[in-house]
């Protein structure tokens, strides 16, 4: 059974609820889904997992949230080779910068070696129905090529 480690910054608790949406959608394909908020893991310990999901919110005018910087920064130091990766998060469309965390992890991920078969899933503020679609077509092309690199 493969197994994913979802990890995310969440203030208002919209990026939380789309980590929980994402990792619904997982166990739908028996997936194994661990959830952690980025304060309590370090990046290295992604390397324990098949794959991993890592969220954000972009915080006023595409500023990574304080509690996500650390985290962010020392991904710098693990060569993800071979996992498979993904960003997520919310943002305001209010502010230039929409959903900027989403595409600096998604860059970073790529830039460590990680392989990243979907584009980041960015929503305006909390998932609504349209979101949900959204994040079971993500899921779906994440887990497709989870399970032929697992």
């Given at each position: 059974?493969?197994?994913?480690?979802?990890?995310?910054?969440?203030?208002?608790?919209?990026?939380?609820?789309?980590?929980?949406?994402l990792g619904e959608e997982l166990e739908?394909?028996?997936?194994?889904?661990?959830?952690?908020?980025?304060?309590?893991?370090?990046?290295?310990?992604?390397?324990?997992?098949?794959?991993?999901?890592?969220?954000?919110?972009?915080?006023?005018?595409?500023?990574?949230?304080?509690?996500?910087?650390?985290?962010?920064?020392?991904?710098?130091?693990?060569?993800?080779?071979?996992?498979?990766?993904?960003?997520?998060?919310?943002?305001?469309?209010?502010?230039?910068?929409?959903?900027?965390?989403?595409?600096?992890?998604?860059?970073?991920?790529?830039?460590?070696?990680?392989?990243?078969?979907?584009?980041?899933?960015?929503?305006?503020?909390?998932?609504?129905?349209?979101?949900?679609?959204?994040?079971?077509?993500?899921?779906?092309?994440?887990?497709?090529v989870l399970l032929e690199n697992a």
């Amino acid at each position: 059974m493969a197994k994913v480690m979802i990890v995310y910054a969440s203030m208002t608790g919209n990026t939380q609820e789309i980590a929980d949406i994402l990792g619904e959608e997982l166990e739908k394909y028996d997936i194994e889904v661990e959830i952690e908020e980025c304060i309590n893991v370090e990046p290295e310990e992604l390397l324990d997992y098949d794959g991993a999901l890592i969220g954000g919110y972009t915080y006023d005018d595409g500023q990574l949230p304080d509690e996500f910087v650390d985290f962010y920064e020392d991904m710098a130091d693990v060569d993800f080779s071979g996992k498979v990766c993904a960003s997520f998060g919310s943002g305001d469309t209010f502010y230039d910068e929409f959903c900027l965390t989403v595409d600096l992890v998604e860059t970073r991920l790529k830039e460590k070696g990680a392989i990243v078969p979907v584009e980041g899933l960015k929503v305006d503020l909390d998932p609504d129905e349209d979101d949900v679609e959204r994040a079971e077509a993500y899921t779906k092309k994440y887990v497709d090529v989870l399970l032929e690199n697992a």
